[in-house]
Every structure is written in structure tokens, then in C-alpha cells.
């Protein structure tokens, strides 16, 4: 949805200013590393038959590959792809949307799916909690 409303944002009132090349590469990186986190999360998950659907229960705790960096990498490899995106594209909406998006995914994914897994695997994800953060280098 963040990503649909950036663009049509950026059409409805742009704000759209090329910028400089190293910026831009910038961005293409941002992007770059926010698809490398989704994929490599997905098939770390699809390796340990872990369910991925963020409705459906938790079958295991994943706590190897890009999980031992964040524990929420595809959130946070889509909130990279997006504002990522948007530098490269000169698009100031899709940052915009990308940090709004997380802030509500946080809110409204992170924090309940945190509670089903403490409930779910109790002392091992206690002890996963305390070592990995939630997002990158911010552990409690």
C-alpha cells in the first residue's frame, strides 16, 4: 500500500529532483540489499520448513542466515527495497512511505508476532530476543 500511494503521490504532486550520481547509487544499493534480505530470508525459512505467511502460526524458529542479523529481514529488506527505490527514482514519496510503512508494520505485525513466538517457543526465543534485533543494530 506505501508503495501505491508513493507513486501515486509522486504523479499527483511531484517532487521529483534528479540527483547526483553518487546519490543515486546510493539508492540502487539500498534496493539491491533489501532484495538480497528478502530472498535470502525466504529461502533460509523455506530450508528450515518454516512457515512464512505472516497470519498463519510459526512450524520453527529461525535463527541462522539473515536472521542472526535482524529478526525481521523481510520487513526490513522491503522497507530498504522501497526507500531504495525511491532515491533511486527521484522519488521522495517512497522514503516517506517506506519509514511511514515500517512504523505501522511494527505496530501492527512485529508486535503481535513477537508475542506468538515467545508463546510459542518460550526461553529459545527469550534468549534469540535478547541477542538479535529487531531491526538492524538496535538490540534491547
Avoid: Q
Amino acid at each position: 500500500m506505501a508503495a501505491v500511494a508513493a507513486v501515486g503521490l509522486g504523479r499527483a504532486l511531484p517532487l521529483r529532483r534528479r540527483l547526483p550520481t553518487g546519490v543515486r547509487a546510493f539508492g540502487a544499493a539500498a534496493l539491491a540489499a533489501g532484495l538480497a534480505f528478502d530472498v535470502a530470508a525466504m529461502a533460509t525459512m523455506r530450508r528450515h520448513r518454516a512457515n512464512i505467511l505472516p497470519h498463519r502460526p510459526a512450524t520453527a524458529l529461525v535463527t541462522s542466515g539473515p536472521f542472526a542479523l535482524t529478526r525481521n529481514p523481510i520487513y526490513l529488506g522491503n522497507t530498504l527495497a522501497l526507500a531504495g527505490a525511491g532515491i533511486l527514482s527521484s522519488n521522495p514519496w517512497l522514503p516517506v512511505g517506506a519509514a511511514l510503512a515500517a512504523r505501522a508494520v511494527a505496530d501492527l505485525a512485529i508486535v503481535p508476532e513477537e508475542r506468538h513466538m515467545a508463546a510459542r517457543f518460550g526461553e529459545d526465543w527469550v534468549a534469540y530476543e535478547r541477542r538479535v534485533p529487531r531491526w538492524l543494530g538496535v538490540s534491547r
